[in-house]
Structure formats: structure tokens, C-alpha cells
């Protein structure tokens, strides 16, 4: 900073002022892109460079720049246009106004017809305005100069990707591709979340108590695919990327019946269209049918967040949240102590300030670049800038064992020794595989509990020894025998108890039948009981295992494994439509034979069995994509001889994630009573089950496809309920589609190029080069046309921050008092 302002002061006698720094920043990115483009770069882009590969053939490879994933404020620096300007959007020119929009016909024709281009660059405004800059020491801000750029929102940098590679016909903002992690889930859902809890907050009635309660209760899924969540879920803390997909995928059940009927249908549409749309955009794995898809949930979005707007946000008063109440007050206190603002006493935190859910985002913009670019440069994982700031943590991580005395130095060497390590654990891997070693996994031994088990599965704190599963196997259950139930003393302990009746019946008829024909079972009666009582077990027992590992193919031609077990992840999905059993327990049995008194090993085998509770579909429910609505699930009452049964693993497609229907509350009379029958799960008493249960599709991007069908061999299947509503299409579009394109943003710099004086006529001199507010002469001064724009503050800035606050890029920042035109921070 210093030798900057001797350079400045030597120069002009002045300190540079904020504009002037705020330009040589944005110069700086682009000065040392150029260095990167350098002619060397340059000739391997036009000829190509050729390269010796591994296996020894020389190739020729032209190096190609396809996509530059950031975020906002550094989108804007590459694009070289204003932070938060009247056309925000770094791909195309459209204005701030028209971004809610999103999903129309008008919307996308605005993105072809108006797609940025460089062209001020080279037609002669930009170099004429930097020679204004830079020879005659015209202000960087000169009101004169936004006459030219303000706009479409250009600011007077010159861009190196357009200087070195627009010969080669490079666009250098096609390669601005959109941002998922802080576009949409850290941006478009974050916003509306927080909109959704003032909303609740306005509504009262220990609504938002209740979300946190009802989130503390949904059941985890997958290894970590949805976790548990904290306590208090509307404070908003700590919360990074991940944690706002599993509110948004959970969302649904969780908000139900929280506000009044008519808004509660509403917002219950608004989270579904959200929840699609994010499902879609994060596919690994698209066709043109799911693009078609996206591209459909897109205008779906628009119109519900249209509706949302208009029907349900005027009816409450939404105030400010007591966290960004409480962080208005931080900043203004600091504002206060640096001079800037009121005095810290007049620093006011009584009331909540109003605040309003706002569409005029560039986010909100982002979502309709999706469609278009997938096709252009793939699938948005691969552009996505979540794998770079996940490598953040790892930094942190590092920082935190430093003692923060030279820091750098201390992180590398720890990077250091933690790849040494990773190499020696290769290395002894690679060495025992040698070896022919073992591929189980070491088990914990010592605590080992015997027999006395009643329950039908084990607590955490049990060790099973359970090795790798391979991939072709379909499941894998542990052989241990360590655990084990005796099943004729077992059954009398739980005499009268409605889940245990035809216990044994129905397992020798399951058995039997896996025996006589392998290929089908049936749960019926299929065997006398002359037959049923051949049927041996060794010892009479079962063995009971913690878990049951379950591979299946993802829709993106993948493998994926569930891990099923009663205590926690017991919910499983057996054939296609809504067939759902709870796992009461895993087991296996030996020598099952039928032959009495035979041992011999011939005909002797051990066999793996669940014993399940069963779900049915509420019909009753109109449910499905077209609703808006998930699939709703109840037990089977007690009564019912289906209730209960036992399924062979092989019949598992994967694990389920039910979430209960906080809404409709408990109920006992699925099963009356205590029962061996019942899992003990969180917000319930022993005697209680959920009333109903959803069936979560959207939980990960497998299950939607499942259910959506299109994923490679996952044939779609006709779901019952799911049925046209009339009278859906008409309705369809209430915000007028299909009208031409409007005319682009006011004044071009094509039309007004012309008007520029040449620079040798340029006789008027500034008093001061390079001072901030020049006065021009004999050019154009409409004030009215060029009113500065409110621009970010600092602490707008924190797209990628995981737990900060709301920017002016989510149309929430505070930009009142500051009408410094919008500059990115680097
Ligand atoms: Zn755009």
C-alpha cells in the first residue's frame, strides 16, 4: 500500500482515492491473465503443442478454455463489468429489473438475443475511454465515461481473455458458467429459507419451534447423505453448503401444516418445485430428456417463487431475523467506531427492521443459464466450485493445529508429513495384498456380549466382524455367530405380543419355500404343517446381525451400497412401485435342512432372512410429481396377518429414507402397545408410531431418478396415484410468455461511438489528473441517466462463506448508505 501511494503522491501530489485503487485491482487480475496468455500460451492454442504420452505416442494437444468456474464477485472482475449493477449478469446484458422473469419465454430469448460481447473492446469505445484514463488523467469514474458503460454495466478495464484470444473467436463470457453451490444452494434456497423463517417468526404460534423440533426428528439416510441435524436448524449456524441441500431434500414433511391452510399448499408447492430443481441441476448424469426436464422445472420454479411473491409474502409482516438484527447492529456499531456512521449510541437494535423476499438477484438469474450450458459443457458437478472450497477446510483444518507463528511454513509441513504417511500406508497395503493377506477388516475385539439377547438387533456397541463387501454381490450379511436368539424360549418371553403371532409359522413357511424354489417366495400357505415341522434349524436359533449391506447400481452407472440396519437406517424400498418394509431385524440360521435328524452337509445350508414390519401406500393421498406432493406411507394395522413377515435380502433394492408426516401426528393403534415389534425411534414413546410417513424422493439424486425414471436401466414404472389434474395446464402460465423480446438496455456503444470526440481534439485538461469527481465539458451530462450504483460493502462480498451473512447479491445486503458505486473485493 505504501509504495503505491509514494508512486501516486510522486506522480499527481495526491493519495490514489478509492475509485483509483478499486481500478488498479480490477487491472491487476486481467494484467496478470495476460502474463498467463503470454505468446508462448498463444501459439499452443492456434498450433497446437505435441506431447510424448504414457504409452509412448506423440500426440498434438490444443489447449482449449471451456469453463472458469467462480463466484459472483469474481465473475465480475473476469467479465469486467460492475459489482451489482443495472445488468448484473456477466453473460448477457439483462437488466436487474427483468431477472424475476426467470423461466419464461421472454427470459430465455433475452439470454440469445442479449448475450454479452465484447465488441466495446475492439470498435474503439473502451481504448478511447482508457486513453482518456490513462493519457489525459480523466477520473476513472467520469460520469462521461458511464454514459458510455453504465448501462450494460461496464466498467473501463480491458480484458485479457478478449486482448489475447478473441482473434481465435474465444467467447470470454460463455466460459462464466453458473455456480451451484453459491448460486443456488448457498444463494437462490438460501434466501428463501431465511424468507420461509421470517414468515414463521411473523406467524407465531411456536411455528418456529416447531420446525427445529420436527428437524431434530427426521431420521438420518445413508452414510451421509442426510445427518442428523442440530438442535436449533433456524438459527442458521455454521451451516455450509451440504447443510442447506439436506434442509432443502427434508424440507417438505417438516413445514407441513405450519402456517395456515391456503399458504401451507403454497409453500408446500414452492419447496417441491425448489427441491426438483435442484435434484435436476445436480444430476451426474444427463440425456435431452432430463435436460428437457430441467429446462421445464426451471419455469416451474419462476412461476412458483412468482406466486410465492405475490399470494403469500404481503400477508406477513416479515421482519429481520434476530441473528441479522443482532449482525445490523455489529456492523453498524463498527462502522460507528471507524467513523463512518452514526455514533455508537445512536446505534439502535430495538426494532427489527421490514424486510421483503426480492427475485432481482443475479442468483435468481443464474438458475435459467442451467439448461442451456449443461448440454454446451457438461453436467454441473464437473463446473462446480464446491470441490475447491471444500479444499478450504482442509487448509483450515491444517491452520488449526498450527501454533499461528509463521503459518504457511508450519501447514506445508504438515501437508508434508500427512502425504508421507498416505504413501506408507500404500505401500503396506499393496505389500500385505502381495502377500495374499486378508482382506477383512480388522474388528475390535473384547467387548462381546452372550446370548441373553431379546431384542432383534444390536446396539451400536456391539462388534461384528463384517469385511469388504464385493461389488458383485447384491448384499452381504455378516456369518458371525456371536449373537443369537434361541427361538422357542424367545417366543415365550414375547407370548401375546401382536408382532410375534405366526412367528415361527411364517418363518418355516419363508424358509420352505426359499428351499423348494429358490427364484420366488411367497409369504402364504403354501405348506402343511406336517412339512412345516421337518423343517430344522441347528440349535433352534437364529443368529442376529447389526447389519445388511446392500449394492445396487446408481442411474449414473455407478455403484452404490446402502447400509441397512433396525437401529437407525431401517426403512428399505423391495420392488417398484411402493413396496416398503421396516427391517425388524437381520438374521441368519444354519444347517437349515428339512430331513429330521439329518446332519449330512448335502442338503444342509445357512440362509440369510430379514424380519420385517410392512408400510402401505395411502391411497387415499394424492401424491406425485404433477401434485407436488411425496408419496405417503402408513403400517399396516396389527390385524392384518401381512403386517409382519420375513424377506430375503436378495429382494432389496436399497434403502429408503421415510420421513414421518410431522403433521398428522402419533398414533397407537397400529400396533397396540409395547412391542418387540416396534423400533424405538426419536419423538416417540413405546407405544407410538408416526400416522403417517413420506416417502423421500428427493433425498439423493438415485431415488428421484427412480422414481422419475430415465436412469439407465431403470424403466419407469406407472405409479397409481399418479393422475392428471385438470384444468393444471391452463393454469400453467398467469405472467404472460411468449411476447417478443423487448428491446436491449438503453444506449449502446455502438450507437454512441460515433459521438466520441477524438482523442487528439481533446484539448480540455483536467486541474488534477486522476482526481475522483472530474467535471466534463462538451459531453453529454444527463445526470438522470447516470445515477450511481448502490454497490456492495465489504461484508458483501462473502459468497463462499459458510456460515456469513446475506450480500447485496442476494437482494437482502445492506446498501442504504453506501452509494459508492459496487466494487468486488478481492
Ligand atoms: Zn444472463
Redesign the pocket.
Known sequence: MSSRCIFSEDLTGHAPSGDVLTHCRRELMHAIWCLLLDDEFLEAYEHGIVVECQDGVFRRFYPRIFTYSADYPEKVLLATIRNLGKAP????Y?RKEDIPDLGTVRDEN??KN?ARTDDHMHNGVLPRIRDWIYRTGRSVKSTTFDFWLLARSWTPTSNAFSDRLSKFGFDPFKMLVPDFMHEFELGVFKSFFMHLLRILHAHGENAVQNLNQRFRWVPTFGRSTVRRFVQNTSRLKKMAAWNYQCILVCLLPVIEGLLPDAHNDEMMDVVFSLAEWHTLGKLKMHTDTSVGWLRTATKELGRMLRRFQRVVCPYYDTRELPSEQAARGRRQAKKASQGKGKAPSMVVRASAKKKEYSMETYKM??L??YAPAIPWVGTSNSWSTQPGELEHRRVKAYYARTNKNQAVRQISKLERRETALLRMAARARSKAQRLGGTKSTPVAQGYRKQAKNTQTYLSFAESEALPYTIPSQHHHISSSRNNSIHLSSWLKQHKGDPATKNFLSKLQEHLLARLAHPDWTGDGDEFTDAQRYQLQLRNSRMYVHKILRVNHTTYDVRLGQDVLNPRTHSDIMISHPFSYPQVLGIFHADDVNTAPGSTSSASSQSMDFLWVRRYRLDTSWRAGFKRKRLYRLEFLPDSDPQAFGFLNPDKVIRGSHLIPAFAHGKTGDRLVGDSIGRLPRDGLSSDEDWRYYYVNFFVDRDMYMRYRGGGVGHYRLEIPVEEDIPGAEQAADDEGDGETPEEPVPSTSESRSDQLPDPVNLTHRPDSPMSTHSSSSGLPSDKSDLESEPGSDDEGGAGGDMDGGFGPEDGDGDVEDEVEEGYAPL
Not at 449478469?89 to 448477457?92: E, L, N, S, V, Y
Request: glycine letters at 16%; aromatic letters at 0%; a positive charge.
Open positions: 449478469c456477466p453473460r448477457c439483462i433475452k439470454r442479449l438469474h443464474g435459467g443459464d
